[in-house]
């Protein structure tokens, strides 16, 4: 490869997946030290990249084909070693068929696919976590399909928090993620009153997240009060996470805080569950007809007595303080 080769990884989805791109990324600065990375997310998340100590360049896309457009302009300047679309959707595809390239990377799913130099197969199948798939883009360029050492986030602020602290991240864009308040609030209940716990959720959670710091003296509610740079800090420093299947798992694993994540209508099997050491899966221990109902999750329980989420084992509170890495 050229001593300035430059790469160009896309991915425009969720801030959750954005997170699980960045193992490729490390690969990558690893395989190529002295390449330029560059790295396409949504607008919104701009803040929690743009000071990455793997050095890369960052671009936002605000999700419309003007913006769109800006990227085409901006990018079919250079001349791209590889670009590899972390994706299955035609937009982004198109924009990586459109940059001149020398290889071109993406999932088989992807409906321009066809048109690429490199195509990956895209599976769901147990025991392949997202990160694996990720990776795997990765093949065509000899990178390792191994995940970089962790962790994969730096925070690069500090917080004035009460120590010591757990995080509870109740809350999904998707209901049938979310367990039932009741079942947090029975663990809130439980957990040492000299523990402080800090609530989050986006900025619409906050009215519904207040209801539970009634269950335990030193809970604080701080949904939507974070920045995402913040809320990494606060992620960092906790004892453990207790969150459900939502970005904060893998920011968590980013950070390589221990977590335990609450699966309700998606499965672990479709490759989202916590990776930090000392972490865990927590879900119904009968097998259910309507288990899945999709890789999302619906916004109501399609059967409307929501099992997954009331027949949840009860949660515990682990004592042993998790490994911090220096």
């Known amino acids: 490869m050229a001593t300035m080769a430059r790469f160009l990884v896309i991915q425009t989805a969720f801030l959750g997946d954005a997170v699980l791109t960045l193992p490729l990324l490390g690969r990558l600065r690893a395989a190529f030290p002295s390449a330029e990375l560059h790295w396409i997310v949504r607008s919104d998340f701009q803040e929690l990249f743009a000071h990455h100590p793997w050095e890369i360049r960052i671009w936002t896309w ?3 084909w003007g913006g769109w457009l800006r990227l085409y302009r901006e990018l079919r300047q250079d001349r791209w070693e590889a670009i590899l679309v972390v994706q299955r959707f035609f937009r982004m595809g198109l924009l990586g068929l459109s940059l001149p390239a020398k ?3 993406t999932y088989d799913k992807n409906p321009l696919s066809f048109a690429y130099t490199h195509r990956v197969r895209h599976e769901f199948r147990a025991g392949l976590h997202e990160v694996g798939r990720v990776l795997a883009l990765g093949s065509p360029l000899g990178v390792s399909p191994e995940p970089p050492p962790l962790p994969w ?5 500090r917080l004035e928090v009460q120590k010591p602290y757990i995080v509870l991240s109740p809350t999904s864009r998707w209901p049938t993620k979310e367990a039932p308040w009741s079942y947090w609030a029975d663990f809130l209940r439980s957990l040492p009153p000299s523990l402080h716990v800090y609530v989050t959720g986006l900025k619409g959670d906050r009215d519904r997240v207040e209801p539970l710091c009634r269950y335990h ?12 740079p913040e809320l990494v800090a606060l992620v960092a420093g906790a004892h453990r996470v207790y969150t459900v299947d939502s970005a904060m798992t893998h920011i968590a694993s980013a950070l390589g805080v221990p977590t335990t994540t609450v699966f309700c209508s998606t499965i672990p099997a479709f490759g989202f569950g916590p990776l930090a050491p000392h972490s865990e899966i927590v879900e119904v221990k ?3 007809a309507c288990r899945p109902c999709g890789l999302h999750g619906k916004v109501k329980c399609p059967i409307g007595s929501f099992p997954c989420g009331y027949k949840l084992p009860k949660l515990e509170f682990r004592e042993s303080y998790r490994e911090v890495f220096q």
């Open 103 to 105: 290889h071109r990377i």
């Open 217 to 228: 003296p030193r809970a604080a509610n701080v949904a939507g009060q974070l920045s995402l």
């Open 286 to 288: 009968e097998p259910l």
């Open 62 to 64: 605000d999700k419309s």
């Open 153 to 157: 986030l730096c925070p690069t602020l």
